[in-house]
C-alpha cells in the first residue's frame, strides 16, 4: 500500500490479556518506530528499528512490552498482561534513512477494561 | 540528548488572523526539524521540514516556518488562519550528525481558529 498500515484500527482487551499490534511500514523504509499517545497528550518514544542494527529499546515502559521486526517489513508491538494504563494510541511510524521525514499510520487504539 | 519544547499547550486565533506556534530546540549535531499536524482519530501528518538551506521553509496547507539558529527555534507560522487548521500540532528534532538517533517529539501544542 501507500501508507504505514495498522492492525487493528481498535482493540479492546480484559485486564491480564496479552495483546499483539501490527505495522506494516512503507515498502523500502528501513526505519521503523513505536509509540505511544495517550488521550490528549503527546507522543511517548517506545522502540525504533532501524535496518539490522539492534532496537533502541530505551523507551520501552516495562519488561511487559516487546516488539520485534523481521528484516525491514512487518513489525509487532506485544503487551502482555495489560494493565488499564496501557490503554493509549499506540502509533507506527516508517522512514528511509537520512533526511527522510517520519509517515505514520493512523494506530491502534488499544482499551483495557 | 536532543530535546524539544513547544511552550503554549494552546493557542487560539480568530480565522483570517496570521497564527504562530512556538518550538525551540536543543541538539548537539545539526538539527533537522520537523512539523506534523494531528486531526482528530488520525496519525501525524507531516508539514515540512528544514534540513539545510534557506532558513525560511514553506509546507503543505499554506504552513511555513522559520529556522533560527542562535535562538534554536523553529516556529510554525501561516498569514491567515482557516477553522481546518485546528488541530494539535506537534514539533520534532532529529540529529542530523548522527543518522542513529531518534526523532525527538515535543507535547504538542493544540490550536483553536475560531470562525
Known amino acids: 500500500g501507500a501508507g504505514v498500515s495498522q492492525s487493528p484500527s481498535n482493540k479492546v482487551t480484559e485486564k491480564g490479556k496479552d495483546v499483539e499490534l501490527r505495522c506494516d511500514p512503507i515498502?523500502?523504509?528501513?526505519?521503523l518506530y513505536w509509540y505511544r499517545q495517550r488521550l490528549g497528550q503527546g507522543l511517548e518514544f517506545l522502540i525504533y528499528?532501524?535496518?539490522?542494527?539492534?532496537?533502541?529499546k530505551s523507551g520501552l515502559p516495562s519488561d511487559r512490552f516487546s516488539a520485534e521486526r523481521t528484516g525491514e517489513s512487518v513489525s509487532t508491538l506485544t503487551i502482555q498482561r495489560t494493565q488499564q494504563e496501557d490503554s493509549a494510541v499506540y502509533l507506527c511510524?516508517?522512514?528511509?534513512?537520512?533526511?527522510?521525514?517520519?509517515?505514520f499510520g493512523n494506530g491502534t487504539r488499544l482499551t483495557v477494561t | 540528548a536532543q530535546s524539544v519544547a513547544q511552550p503554549e499547550d494552546q493557542v487560539n486565533v480568530a480565522e483570517g488572523n496570521p497564527l504562530t506556534v512556538k518550538c525551540t530546540y536543543s541538539?548537539?549535531?545539526?538539527?533537522?526539524l520537523f512539523w506534523y499536524v494531528q486531526y482528530p482519530n488520525r496519525g501525524l501528518q507531516f508539514l515540512l521540514k528544514?534540513?539545510?538551506?534557506?532558513?525560511l521553509v514553506k509546507g503543505s496547507y499554506g504552513f511555513e516556518a522559520e529556522f533560527n539558529k542562535s535562538q534554536t527555534s523553529f516556529h510554525l507560522k501561516k498569514p491567515s488562519a482557516l477553522v481546518s487548521d485546528s488541530a494539535l500540532y506537534f514539533c520534532?528534532?532529529?540529529?542530523?550528525?548522527?543518522?542513529?538517533?531518534?526523532?525527538?517529539f515535543g507535547p504538542g501544542t493544540r490550536l483553536s481558529v475560531l470562525p
Open positions: 528544514y534540513i539545510t538551506g534557506d532558513n
Open positions: 541538539v548537539s549535531g545539526n538539527p533537522y
Open positions: 528499528f532501524q535496518g539490522n542494527s539492534a532496537p533502541d
Open positions: 511510524a516508517s522512514s528511509l534513512q537520512g533526511i527522510s521525514p517520519l509517515h
Open positions: 520534532a528534532v532529529r540529529d542530523g550528525d548522527n543518522y542513529g538517533q531518534n526523532f525527538v
Open positions: 515498502s523500502g523504509h528501513t526505519a
